[in-house]
């Protein structure tokens, strides 16, 4: 067991001797860094590290606040400003497209409109062309048939005329010369007439 | 023929004129009967109409007689029964001296007791006519038109054409 510790104590000494040598060397290696321009920064960033806080304190924390309140204010008219010129011309995309849609979608309703009223105005003029040759047809039958009724008139017309010519002329002649011949005069007619039906009279009688 | 027995005068042509006859007959026979009861030997002065006096003096009847007069009277009744009745109508009233002619050619031709009844129709205007029994006999220039009507109207046609002839 002794051994055992003298061998660690002489260990410990000699990592402790090592450490101090290197430790040695080390801080000389320092000693001579810091004449350098390096070792400036380093200072410089070393002070400024111990300066930090003279530097941030409340004002200048207002004023970077201010100035970045300012910088927020600005990047957000910025992009407010971008957004309202995005939204312009989106809208106006918008706009574009809504008309040139709409306008499409009016046109083709408009044609179709414009089809159906083709059709139906040529369903219109061919029913109108059908009626008109109806009509023409009914009104050629209906001349014909008013000419045959015309025609037929005329002849029952001329045919009451003929039957009725006897009683005219008759009505005529009574009214013209019946006052002014006498029974007298007409008497040697009469006796001729009766001479004439006198077999059938006498076989009338006789039959009796 | 009891019918041909006595003849009768052409003022004698209607019914009625029989019917006025034995009716005056009738009271001729009744007034000489009595006259003969109370004077039998006396001639009466008839007097009578003047178509009895005709009937009388055409058949020189011896109205003195009662027989006579009876067989006159019965004739009448005869022909009042049994005569043949013929109506004529003219166009214009008939003077006797029309109807006596009638009447004379009536008995001349077609019975010697033939009696007539004469009627007015004014729409006959010229002609006669004549209704026995059975048949009417239209004498008439109406009905004389009627049965030349196919002439009338060809004759009118064939003037139409000859008018249509002239102008063209």
Known sequence: MTIWWFYLVVAVIVVGGIAFIWLTLKLNKLSNKSSQPEDILEDHTLAAEKDVEHIFNDDFREELRNRGRLHFEKIINDSAEFLQQDLRLTSSQLNEFMKSELSAKVREELNKYEQSINDARDLAIESLQRTTLAIEEQRKLLREQVQKEIENDKLIIVDNFEQQMTDIISHYVVDAIGKEVSLEDQLEFILADLETNKKAMIEDIKNV | ?168
């Open chain 2, 1 to 168: 023929m009891s019918d041909d027995k006595y003849i009768l005068p052409l003022s004698v042509t209607q019914k009625i004129d029989i019917s006025r006859l034995i009716r005056e007959l009738n009271l001729v026979d009744d007034h000489l009967k009595q006259s003969s009861i109370l004077k039998p030997d006396q001639k009466v002065q008839l007097k009578a109409s003047t178509k009895l006096t005709e009937l009388i003096n055409l058949n020189h009847i011896n109205y003195n007689d009662q027989e006579v007069r009876t067989s006159l009277i019965n004739w009448l009744e005869k022909l009042k029964a049994s005569a043949p009745v013929i109506n004529i109508s003219f166009g214009v009233e008939a003077d006797e001296e029309v109807v006596s002619k009638i009447t004379q050619w009536f008995r001349r031709e077609i019975s010697p007791n033939c009696l007539l009844v004469v009627g007015l129709i004014p729409s006959i205007g010229v002609g006669c006519v004549v209704r026995t029994n059975n048949k009417v006999f239209d004498m008439s220039l109406k009905n004389r038109l009627k049965t030349t009507h196919n002439l009338l109207i060809s004759r009118i046609k064939q003037s139409k054409v000859q008018g249509n002839q002239v102008q063209a």
